[in-house]
Structure formats: C-alpha cells, structure tokens
C-alpha cells in the first residue's frame, strides 16, 4: 500500500506521527470507451467554451457559479490561505461511545500506521480506547477540505472514519410516514418469527459478487476465444402476495426449509395450508391424477358393464326364487288337501 497523506494525532499535549493508508478498494471492472469498428480508445479535449481554444491542466481554475452566467474564479492562493489550521493534525475533540455515532454519518475509511519513534503513543492509544470502549471524535483537513472523522480500533490498527456533516445527511420526506398504519399483533408475531427464523452470525467472507463473477467469465472467455456456459437461472421472486399474513407464513416455512428445519405442525400435521405447501399439495395431486387416469377409465368401463348386467341378473334372479317357491306350494297344498275315507 502507498501512503496518501502524513500528519500527527493531537492526544492532549501527545503527538503521534502518522501515515495514512485507503483501507478499501473497490473491485468494479472497468471499461473504457472505445470505437466499436476499431477498438480505438475515445478521448475528450478541454476546451473553452468561449473562446473554443484546448486548454492545458496548468490554465485551469476553479470557478463557482454565482447565476446569470457570471462566475467567480478562485485560484490555489485563495484555497491556502483558507484558515486550515489542522492541515496535518489529526486533533481528537473528544471520546463518545461507538453506538451514539449513526453509521449513516460514516464515509471513507483509512488505516493510521506509526512513524518513526511514535509505535509506543501509538499503541497506547490504541489500547486505551479498547479498554475505554470508546471511539474518538476528530477533526482532519484531507484534500483540502476539513472533514469530522472516528478512530477505533480493528485488528489491532487505529481506523480512521471520515464522516459526513449532519447538514449533508438529507431528512426523508415520505408521504406515508403521515398516515395512521396500524399493525395488527399476530402480524408483528409471525413478522418476529421470520426474522429469528433467519437470524444468524454475520460472516461477510460467505457473500460474493456474482454479477461481477459472471462479467469475468464473459471478458475472460472473450479473451480465450470460447462460448461462455449460462449459469443456472434464479428462482424468480414470488409476486406481492395480498394476503400478508400467507406471505409471512410461506417466508417462515421457506427460512427454516433452507436451514434444513422440519416446519412445525399443529397436533401433529394438521397445521393451516401456506401458499407454498398448497401449492405443492396441487402439483401432487395433478400427478397422482395423471397416474391414475388409466386405472380409472378402465375401473369405469367395468363399472358400465356391470351396471348393463345388473338388469339381467336381477331378472334370473326372480325367476330362480320363482322355482324355488313351488314344490314349496305344492307340498304345501298336499297337506291341506282332506283324506279319502275307506
């Protein structure tokens, strides 16, 4: 790493000679404009729009638009004798805690490495904020420009936070924040449920820029003169459901399916249907029906000819019982008949 500016941390009458290092880089792929015929890079002249003349770095001012088409040029004079008096100072105003600052305040950050004889202040500091657990407030003039800035301690190595100023955070001004929302309790219950359903431990080395991967795969490919293999489509988003309490249901059963929990049921299996879980039953049911068409045309045939033979058996079956009963009648009569007397 290249230092990009050298100064001291002000601790009361302590100085601590530092050097300051970006503590981030950005890893975008970048392109440059180019002739699509020919690959030729496309450049840009500075030129005045008045006098239409190409203008060198050396010429050029800083010029602040006052309206009316009048312009007020500053030049590298007037920016130093700006009253800057922390140009290479770090001064510490004070140690709050690391909680009262709001990271939406946080900016750019930088590491403070020691120079020279100043490791033993340096390490002092440091371990005092540890043991403090604070964070201290600071001022530093970067670029020529003063900026409100944090020192804490990561990794063993003082960090420094530039930070926005409170007029630069805007305030939102949102329509429904005017309006009477009401939440209804077992709505923030199952809401809760989701979110301890997908609590976890924060390891950001776990998450990767796919879209960047996949935009080196194409360049690389290019380059090697080869086709580049489609990655698996994603599951496309479910749509907004309008029943918000299925959509929290569906999003619990579908959190606790992908950590390979069992969703629980009520009396044993008997727990309300999710728009996933029926959908689901749907597509089974489809398929067993799919399956069972066969078996059921030919269950219904059978059906058909035993309800055609039914008529005809009921009917020998009258007769038989009709046979049946006479020898039945003529006993019968046999024995009511009077006897011959001799």
């Not at 190595?157 to 429904?176: A, H, K, Q, S, Y």
């Amino acid at each position: 790493m290249r230092a990009i500016w050298k100064g001291a941390v002000s601790f009361g009458l302590v100085s601590i000679g530092v050097r300051l290092y970006s503590a981030t880089e950005e890893k975008d792929i970048r392109f440059h404009q180019v002739h699509r015929e020919d690959g030729g890079r496309i450049r840009y002249k500075r030129t005045c729009s008045v006098c239409g003349e190409e203008v060198t770095y050396d010429d050029i001012a800083k010029g602040y638009d006052i309206g009316g088409g009048e312009m007020v040029i500053l030049t590298d004079e007037d920016f130093a004798d700006l009253p800057l008096t922390s140009s290479r100072a770090i001064d510490v105003l004070e140690f709050v805690p690391a909680e009262q600052v709001d990271p939406i305040l946080y900016n750019k950050a930088y590491f403070l490495e020691p120079e020279g004889a100043a490791t033993k202040p340096y390490v002092l500091l440091r371990d005092a904020l540890i043991d403090s657990e604070r964070v201290a407030i600071v001022k530093v003039a970067l670029r020529q420009r003063e900026q409100l800035a944090t020192l804490r301690v990561r990794e063993g190595v003082l960090l420094l936070n530039t930070m926005l100023w409170p007029d630069e955070i805007r305030t939102p001004d949102f329509g429904f924040l005017d309006e009477d929302l009401k939440v209804r309790p077992p709505e923030l219950a199952m809401a809760s449920s989701l979110i301890d359903s997908m609590t976890g431990e924060f390891e950001p080395d776990v998450f990767t820029d796919d879209y960047r991967a996949a935009l080196q795969e194409v360049i690389d490919a290019k380059v090697e003169g080869r086709e580049v293999v489609q990655p698996e489509e994603v599951e496309e988003a479910p749509a907004a459901a309008v029943d918000l309490m299925a959509a929290l249901k569906a999003s619990v059963e579908r959190a606790k399916a992908a950590r390979g929990e069992q969703p629980a049921r009520a009396g044993g299996g008997g727990g309300e249907p999710t728009p996933i879980s029926s959908a689901r039953s749907a597509q089974k049911a489809a398929e067993k029906k799919a399956a069972k068409a066969p078996a059921k045309k030919t269950a219904a045939k059978k059906t058909a000819e035993k309800k055609a033979t039914e008529p005809a058996k009921k009917t020998a079956a009258k007769k038989t019982a009709a046979k049946k009963a006479e020898p039945a009648k003529k006993t019968t009569a046999r024995k009511t008949a009077p006897r011959k007397s001799a």
